[in-house]
């Protein structure tokens, strides 16, 4: 039985980089042989459409709730095309849950192949191979490996004399993968023109034996993912470098704090030109998750970022005080919480799996897209999205995003994107803070443009003057970015837009154009992802008012406000009297909410 457990735990796995196969022959803690795995999941993602369907209508889902999805296709596979069905012994439950609904399962086996004209399994075999490869085949000539330079350890042009060095330089995404080559073996490369340092090479090139990947000069990211940081941080120079310290709240498995140490690092070397870069202590890094944040601290080891992140394993950002002096310099935080993770694609060699989607989904307006590879356990994300702690998520994680792909209703959705905006709102409390950004890897409306809407209408936004980035004040490379943000869901199988949503309604055109989006299936190489930064005005912090807190702790506090102006403490209270009772028990409270 342990064979289909280690076969999802292998899937859902985060990807850590290196050929599929050698993943599966590398990993400890699997049970059963790693050919055995590597097999099942090889021969079962041949059929995956087609398993996908018959799952799907015969409903096994809805009354069999030990079956994930992958757990069923997996099963299912062997149920009804390996010699010896499911290798499981008979008793065991799992194998009664699919054996359960033989019958069913087997009269939409035979029609999925009369539907697709076969005689004979041989043909249906040979039809489903064609039908997969016409998939695929679009996937892997859209997507690209993404690598970024770690300008703590090397620079762009130091990569591109070494490691790089016999690489060709292309002049588009599309040019990395010329029809029928084994694209993996041409050393081809693209500098990308958004994001500074990011380069993009062929589908499958495989870089976990350079000593450049091994000690941390070079980090597989997505683009997508490096857009938060960069926005947060963006072009400086010696003259107007980064000032303040800065938080990543959501951080784990470390993808964009190394990415801010890494912008970082190259201001600060602008700065010290002729002398020796001498990195201090910038950047809080936290998350949640204990287990997620051992990755956290060895992803910024290797990326050399130690000097410069503090990392707060396990700590829940929202239990962080923002009063606490030792944050009394954050100036920037970046957040990028546990989203449906609507938006991922496959992003390496893993064989991508359609997979069957249970009822109460697939009738869902704002449910996700056949499932592609993702993390499992349905229950992980339904305790995450509904408990205001996050609690350790148990499934394992996949890359940089936590929460199973596509199986989310309308109410997760909805709890998610509560967390979400508490998240966010607890980041504009920050009372130094003058720079947030909040990204998600999701496609949905309601965890994107909708939390910013939220966010925009909340007290904490409008006391103390926060507003989006506008695009003319965004980096170069993100200014010129097009894809910006959307009044309407897209239909998750044709894609086409759906009607307005009132939930936005109240965005004006200029903030949808403050926001950045990422589609899949575009010529852009990326999967969904959503950013937005939001700014506090020099102006607005003059005069502003600004919630202080009389309590330390955020859970406790009452909030008073306060109005500010030319940057002083106005003494006068609510009533404008300075007689009122409740602020006079506060008198000697520090000064804590005030903007740049
Ligand atoms: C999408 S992942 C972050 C990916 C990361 N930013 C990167 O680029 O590598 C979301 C993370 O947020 C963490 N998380 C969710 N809620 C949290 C909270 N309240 N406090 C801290 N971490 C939280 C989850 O454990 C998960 O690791």
Redesign the pocket.
């Known amino acids: 039985m342990s064979l289909y457990f280690d076969a999802v735990a292998i899937l859902t796995a985060p990807s850590t980089g290196g050929s599929f196969k050698s993943r599966i022959y590398n990993a400890r803690n699997l049970r059963a042989s790693p050919a055995q795995i590597y097999a099942l999941i090889i021969e079962a993602s041949k059929w995956d459409r087609v398993l996908a369907e018959v799952i799907e209508k015969s409903d096994i889902l809805s009354v069999e709730r030990k079956l994930t999805p992958l757990l069923a296709l997996l099963l299912v596979y062997d149920h009804l095309l390996s010699k010896k069905g499911i290798a499981a012994p008979a008793a065991h439950p799992i194998r009664q849950a699919v054996e359960r609904h033989k019958v069913r399962l087997k009269a939409e086996f035979t029609k999925a192949r009369v539907r697709r004209g076969c005689a004979s399994v041989d043909q249906f075999k040979a039809a489903v191979l064609k039908e997969k490869r016409e998939a695929d085949g679009t996937n892997q000539f859209v997507y690209p490996r993404w690598v970024r330079v770690n300008n703590i350890r090397s620079s762009l042009d130091e990569q591109l004399r070494t490691t790089f060095a016999d690489y060709e330089r292309v002049d588009s995404l599309a040019a990395l993968a010329a029809p029928d080559d084994d694209r993996s073996k041409r050393k081809l490369l693209y500098l990308d023109p958004n994001i500074p340092d990011l380069v993009a090479v062929p589908f499958g090139a495989d870089f976990t034996s350079s000593s450049a990947y091994k000690n941390g000069e070079i980090i597989l990211q997505d683009k997508a993912?490096c857009f938060?940081a960069y926005l947060l941080l963006g072009d400086r120079d010696a003259k107007n470098a980064w000032q303040g310290d800065l938080v990543?709240?959501?951080?784990?498995?470390?993808?964009?704090?190394t990415?801010m140490a890494s912008i970082l690092a190259q201001q600060q070397k602008q700065m010290q030109q002729d002398r020796q870069w001498n990195p201090q202590k910038q950047i809080f890094s936290?998350?949640?998750?204990k287990l997620?944040s051992k990755t956290?601290q060895k992803m910024v080891s290797l990326a050399g970022a130690d000097p410069m992140v503090t990392v707060l394993q396990g700590?829940?950002?929202?239990a962080l005080d923002p009063d606490d002096p030792q944050y009394e310099n954050v100036t920037g935080l970046?957040l990028?919480?546990?989203?449906s993770g609507s938006g991922i694609v496959g992003r390496d060699d893993v064989p991508q799996l359609t997979l069957p989607r249970p009822k109460l989904v697939q009738s869902a307006k704002a449910g996700g897209k056949k499932r592609k590879r993702g993390a499992e356990n349905h229950d992980d994300a339904d305790e995450?999205a509904s408990n205001v702690?996050?609690a350790e998520?148990s499934a394992a994680?996949s890359?940089?995003?936590?929460i199973p792909t596509g199986t989310m209703d309308n109410e997760r959705l909805t709890k998610l994107s509560n967390?979400q905006a508490r998240?966010v709102e607890h980041a504009l409390s920050f009372p130094s803070a003058t720079h947030v950004t909040y990204s998600?890897?999701s496609v949905h409306l309601i965890e994107n443009e909708a939390v910013v809407a939220r966010l925009l209408a909340s007290d904490v936004a409008r006391e103390r003057g926060w507003r989006l980035l506008r695009r003319e004040e965004q980096p170069d490379g993100l200014r010129r970015w097009i894809h910006r943000g959307v009044r309407r869901d897209r239909d998750p199988d044709t894609g086409a837009e759906l009607q307005d949503d009132e939930s936005v309604s109240a965005l004006t055109e200029k903030d949808l154009e403050a926001c950045l989006r990422c589609w899949s299936g575009d010529s852009e190489g990326l999967g969904g992802f959503f950013v937005a930064g939001f700014v506090r005005d020099a102006e607005a912090s003059h005069t502003t008012l600004v919630t202080q807190s009389v309590s330390k702790s955020p859970a406790k506090s009452t909030p008073r406000t306060l109005k500010v102006e030319h940057g002083k403490e106005n003494t006068k209270t609510k009533n404008g009297t300075g007689n009122d009772s409740e602020e006079d028990d506060d008198e000697d409270e520090e000064w804590s909410g005030f903007s740049d």
Do not use: V
Not at 315 to 318: A, E, H, S, V
């Open positions: 993912s938060p990543d709240g959501c951080a784990a498995p470390g993808n964009k704090t990415h936290m998350d949640a998750s997620r956290l700590q829940d950002f929202l970046l990028d919480p546990s989203c995450l702690t996050l998520p994680p890359d940089e995003n936590d967390l998240i998600t890897c």
